[in-house]
């Protein structure tokens, strides 16, 4: 058996008994690719600990950067009150069709703003909106931005929010200080950003699975 057949054989046990897909989840997934979105959405197990990290953080507002088919949205709005709120921002008008469709199914549209374009023009406007602070941030869009999404996500959050990033490992590229590709730069940056910025505690895991080798990075604002 090859070392990725037995991460999937892995995951997939994990899955079975601990996050297993529903009809809306499945339905997303499906429309998704049918739509010709690219699948790189996280998976199930992934999934429920976005759900899990919001649950147990108590969580009453989310801020999602990067929607695609409203996958991991579904998964985090499920942890949200009746009063809750989720602004997922994505960059295309047809990944955020498809995700409105997604998320209407699952029964979570009331809960849940999808807005349209580049998150670094979205992200101003959301500011000026004065919302409360967000309590969990998670960021899985384009990653030659994370070091300013992690930046806009600091000042859209309060003391004891949590912010994930997505997709730090980049196949082990992330250690490679030679690397120029944006998507290594973008993540170094902001890999290096969490671990000096006073106001913020964070880690970084490696992870495997039926995605293959990738990771993860947790922060909590500080005061």
Request: glycine residues 8%; aromatic residues 6%; without cysteine.
């Amino acid at each position: 058996m090859s070392e990725s057949q037995l991460w999937d054989d892995v995951d997939a046990y994990f899955t079975s008994h601990l996050a297993p897909d529903d009809d809306p989840l499945t339905a997303a997934l499906r429309d998704s690719e049918a739509a010709g979105l690219p699948q790189v959405n996280v998976t199930a197990n992934q999934g429920k600990l976005l759900q899990l990290l919001a649950q147990i953080q108590g969580a009453r507002t989310i801020l999602e950067i990067g929607t695609l088919g409203g996958y991991s949205t579904i998964w985090l709005a499920r942890a949200l009150p009746a009063d809750g709120r989720l602004v997922t921002l994505e960059y295309s008008a047809r990944h955020a069709e498809v995700a409105t469709r997604n998320i209407a199914r699952a029964g979570l549209d009331a809960l849940v703003d999808v807005r349209v374009g580049p998150a670094l023009e979205s992200l101003p406007k959301l500011a000026d909106e004065n919302p409360p602070p967000f309590d969990l941030v998670f960021i899985d869009a384009d990653k030659g931005n994370n070091p300013h999404y992690v930046e806009w996500a600091l000042k859209l959050t309060g003391t004891g929010s949590l912010i994930v990033l997505d997709n730090v490992v980049r196949g082990g590229r992330v250690a490679d200080a030679e690397d120029d590709a944006d998507d290594v730069r973008g993540t170094r940056a902001a890999i290096e950003l969490i671990g000096s910025h006073p106001r913020l505690s964070g880690t970084a895991v490696q992870t495997v699975g039926s995605k293959g080798y990738d990771g993860f990075a947790l922060a909590q604002v500080l005061a």
